[in-house]
């Protein structure tokens, strides 16, 4: 069963502070993965992508990593600020492109 | 501003009715997507329309239906709503009609079933 699982579903961090979340998936045939970024009622907006050959993929502070082979990715936030607070939320794609698995988020907040 | 536009923005209504989430894609996007998303839930797909044409179906229930016009806009209707059904709709659009590119979301519609 495709499967898109990620950690922690919830997070606390001061200003400043950098972070990383996680994404495991099993969905197979693999062609892409892609972090959104969701504000608080609002529709979700992408921040990168990767695909199978990338390892790592930077937009601004945000630095995803992608390991093909454990089929895990990481998102990491450097020197967050208050407007990062959102829900992260990793989206696989099947090779077949007819499938999207949506992960269940991760939930930031960053206090100042 | 994604460029996809939903409306209304909020619809608060009883049990047992019905209602129509509008969707107006981005200029030149033919694949329209519909996602429900529950209060601290995932987002759940429901359906995508491909030009006018159903393309793929997700966890939509009987009760709900869509379709989309030649002018590419999409409408969802909701009916015999239970308050279960209260959640945010998304409308996404893209160019083709596959799921490996990048989805441009709406701002959503908010559905309360009082």
């Known amino acids: 069963k495709n499967q898109v699982e990620q950690s922690p579903q919830s997070l606390i961090i001061l200003e400043g502070k950098n972070c990383t979340l996680q994404c495991n998936y099993t969905v197979s045939p693999f062609s892409n993965l892609r972090w959104y970024k969701q504000d608080t009622g609002r529709g979700p907006v992408s921040l990168t992508i990767m695909t199978f050959s990338e390892n790592t993929k930077s937009n601004g502070r945000y630095t995803a990593t992608l390991d093909a082979d454990t089929k895990q990715s990481s998102l990491h936030i450097t020197a967050s600020q208050l407007s990062d607070s959102a829900s992260y939320i990793c989206v696989v794609a099947n090779n077949a492109g007819n499938m999207l698995t949506f992960g269940g988020g991760t939930r930031l907040m960053v206090k100042p | 501003d994604s460029g996809v536009t939903q409306t209304p923005k909020h619809l608060i209504t009883a049990t047992g009715q019905r209602v129509t989430l509008r969707c107006s894609p981005r200029?030149?996007?033919?694949?329209v997507y519909w996602y429900q998303q529950s209060l601290d839930q995932g987002l759940q797909f429901l359906i995508q329309?491909?030009?006018?044409?159903?393309?793929a179906k997700g966890n939509i229930l009987e009760r709900f239906s869509a379709q989309q016009f030649p002018d590419l806009h999409s409408e969802l209707n909701l009916s015999s709503l239970e308050l279960g059904d209260s959640a945010l709709y998304f409308c996404a659009s893209r160019p083709g009609q596959g799921f490996t590119g990048e989805l441009f979301f709406g701002e959503g519609s908010r559905l309360t079933v009082l």
């Open positions: 200029s030149g996007d033919l694949s």
């Open positions: 329309y491909y030009n006018g044409e159903e393309r």
